[in-house]
């Protein structure tokens, strides 16, 4: 255990519906981060948190949103889904940026 | 361009062979290049992680060799065994930075014969 927590594991959804992934961070990590992993793109750097506060942008679609909570949880938004949004989900925390990442077990998102 | 280009995509080898992967940077901030290891249905978990004011590092049977002055860094696993086999990601960032993201390699997938 690695001590990020992901739910769900499994996620099955039709096209067009929205969903909501889960993480909650590594006790004492203030930042989150958030990447999707497809079969063709390898490891993809969606978004950022620090302690509440969005620090960067990667790849991240306009129909996906994410958001860091008072607790420091996280939250990734995924709306109005596609086939090719299907894929597996990781999140990683740190205690600070940069500063000895962690990995989830991921969320794995299939939209039929 | 933020990028890191890893190779070979994936690589067999007989078990107590040596394994090596290559990965290559552009961007001179990056001072930070740690090489994570993925087995199926598991997140990526660090294996093994260089800072550029050394040329080499080994942790038991992994090495990273580090070339600064070619951007390029490697994985030696030498007398590779059956359970290292698993997806194999190199990586990039700028340590301590404001934003502290990872950059990846695309992976490759690595099977030892027996």
């Known amino acids: 255990d690695s001590g990020v927590t992901q739910t769900p594991k499994h996620l099955i959804t039709a096209t067009g519906q929205r969903v909501t992934l889960r993480c909650s961070p590594r006790?004492?990590?203030?930042?989150v981060y958030w990447y999707q992993q497809s079969l063709d793109q390898g490891l993809q750097f969606l978004i950022q948190?620090?302690?509440?506060?969005?620090?960067a942008k990667g790849n991240i679609l306009e129909r996906f949103s994410a958001q860091q909570f008072p607790d420091l949880h996280s939250e990734l938004n995924l709306s109005s889904l596609e086939l090719g949004d299907s894929a597996l989900y990781f999140c990683?925390?740190?205690?600070?940026?940069?500063?000895?990442?962690?990995f989830g077990s991921g969320t794995r998102l299939t939209v039929v | 361009q933020q990028q890191v280009k890893q190779s070979p995509q994936s690589l067999i080898v007989q078990k107590g062979g040596i394994s090596i992967i290559n990965c290559a940077y552009e961007n001179t901030a990056f001072d930070y290049f740690p090489w994570y290891q993925q087995f199926p249905g598991k997140g990526p978990a660090l294996l093994i992680a260089?800072?550029?004011?050394?040329s080499e590092k080994k942790e038991g049977r992994f090495t990273i060799s580090f070339n600064k002055s070619a951007k390029q860094f490697s994985l030696h696993i030498m007398d590779s065994q059956p359970g290292d086999s698993a997806t194999y990601f190199c990586?990039?960032?700028?340590?301590?930075?404001?934003?502290?993201?990872?950059?990846f390699g695309k992976g490759t997938k690595l099977s030892v014969k027996p």
């Open positions: 990586a990039a960032l700028v340590y301590g930075g404001s934003q502290g993201n990872l950059i």
């Open positions: 006790s004492g990590d203030l930042s």
């Open positions: 948190y620090y302690n509440g506060e969005e620090r």
């Open positions: 260089i800072r550029p004011d050394v």
């Open positions: 990683a925390s740190s205690a600070r940026p940069g500063y000895g990442y962690t």
